[in-house]
């Protein structure tokens, strides 16, 4: 059984940075393509960030480029997503998930991944 767990949320001041981790266990980590999502409060769950199997290609949503990065780390079965310049508009659950869509694409709707951690909350004072 494949589980995802992120950690890394928490509260910081606007302009600050965080970085996320989500690690993957029960399945083969290295040929899933990976993605980051949001859900801040009475809203949909957004795209964030993408990186795609075997890795070297990456996507962001608009309001993230520039200030987000995505990388992975095949060896740990760990994804991250360093979040940089913090806004307080970043505020959100953030969600890791991951898809056993190999093509070497990276994919940017929810219904593209297979699997999904529960979330860590990052907050952003304004």
């Known amino acids: 059984q494949v589980q995802l767990v992120e950690s890394g949320g928490g509260l910081v001041q606007a302009g600050g940075s965080l970085r996320l981790s989500c690690a993957v266990s029960?399945?083969?980590?290295?040929?899933?393509?990976l993605g980051w999502f949001r859900q801040a409060p009475g809203k949909e769950r957004e795209f964030v960030a993408a990186?795609?199997?075997?890795?070297?290609?990456?996507n962001y949503g608009d309001s993230v480029k520039g200030r987000f990065t995505i990388s992975r780390d095949d060896a740990e079965s760990t994804v991250y997503l360093q979040m940089n310049s913090l806004k307080p508009e970043d505020t959100a659950v953030y969600y890791c998930?991951?898809?056993?869509?190999?093509?070497?694409?990276?994919?940017?709707?929810?219904?593209?991944?297979?699997?999904w951690g529960p979330g860590t909350q990052v907050t952003v004072p304004s």
């Open positions: 998930a991951a898809s056993r869509r190999n093509r070497g694409w990276t994919y940017t709707g929810r219904s593209d991944y297979d699997y």
């Open positions: 029960g399945g083969t980590f290295s040929r899933y393509a």
């Open positions: 990186i795609n199997w075997p890795g070297g290609n990456t």
